[in-house]
């Protein structure tokens, strides 16, 4: 089934990548993203949608949203069209692509899932 798509302002998306543009310890290049975008505009149709929760948060797509708002000094009235997903179809979607149960579960090197363990309150 096709997803619903909206057009968003760049305004109004609520995206997770800090200011910075990096997460801590894991490190990205924007170069090629950010020509991609400087070159061809966002192309939804060619690559993929951003995907957002109808209330604009990001899900899928925040480094460009990130280049976007904060380093391609874009009107920020911009609208771009975004796929609507809840959060649970979209990690549903996820985790299926994956191939896994739990896309947050750690597996030992022998394939192993363990237990989740339970954490005591502080006493």
Known sequence: MAKEIKNF???????AVPVSGQYEGLPYEY?????????????????DYIAVTSA????????????MQKDMSMDQS?????EIWTEKEFRDNLIAKMGVKDYMAKKTSDGVTPPKKSVAPPM
């Open 9 to 15: 302002k760049l305004s109004d998306l609520n995206c």
């Open 31 to 47: 170069s090629g993203l950010k020509k991609s975008l400087q070159d061809e505009g966002y192309k939804p149709d060619k690559y």
């Open 56 to 67: 604009g948060k990001v899900l899928f797509g925040g480094r460009r949203v990130w280049l």
């Open 78 to 82: 911009t609208e771009v069209a975004c």
